[in-house]
């Protein structure tokens, strides 16, 4: 939503959005589904939401003028999260504040790659993650098609 260029063209919900309700540990459980993926014929970067199992609605765009580098070569893709924070402070929780190994971290689940011709696949296979370094946030190993990620504060 912060990047000059971006088209939104709803304003049910955006990039960035706060998702109502919220999830509840043994609770009712909200779901949002994105997509990301290249129009062959535009050449756009289309973003479309989904919330609670509903199909998923194009919500905004970047043009291929915006993202010249992408034209043609293979595009990395990074699922997670961050959280931000002055160093003289606690960082916040991340996801619902618990870590994988407890069962009540959050999560991205039936993750998916679209090819050229639309064709989804899903992504079974651990990809290579990334921490903090600290051991605050440290997310699972995708199997099944998801991942759990998440913890409580840390202090730097």
């Known amino acids: 939503m912060k990047c000059p260029g971006y088209h939104k063209t709803s304003s049910r919900i955006a990039p960035g959005q706060v998702i109502s309700p919220l999830s509840r540990i043994n609770g009712n459980k909200s779901y949002i589904t994105l997509r990301i993926f290249k129009e062959p014929s535009s050449g756009d970067w289309k973003i479309h939401v989904g919330a609670n199992s509903g199909h998923p609605k194009l919500v905004g765009y970047f043009p291929k003028s915006l993202i010249t580098r992408l ?9 997670g999260g961050y959280v931000k924070h002055r160093k003289s402070r606690p960082s916040p ?13 959050a999560s991205f689940g039936i993750l998916k790659l679209i090819d050229a011709q639309g064709i989804d696949h899903t992504i079974i296979a651990d990809l290579p993650s990334s921490t903090d370094g ?6 699972s190993k995708i199997k099944w098609a998801q991942f759990f990620y998440g913890g409580p504060s840390c202090v730097d």
């Not at 929780?93 to 971290?105: D, H, I, K, L, N």
């Open 134 to 139: 600290k051991g605050c946030y440290t997310p």
């Open 93 to 105: 929780p991340m996801g619902s504040g618990y870590v994988f190994e407890t069962g009540r971290a």
């Open 71 to 79: 034209i043609d070569k293979p595009v990395e893709i990074s699922f």
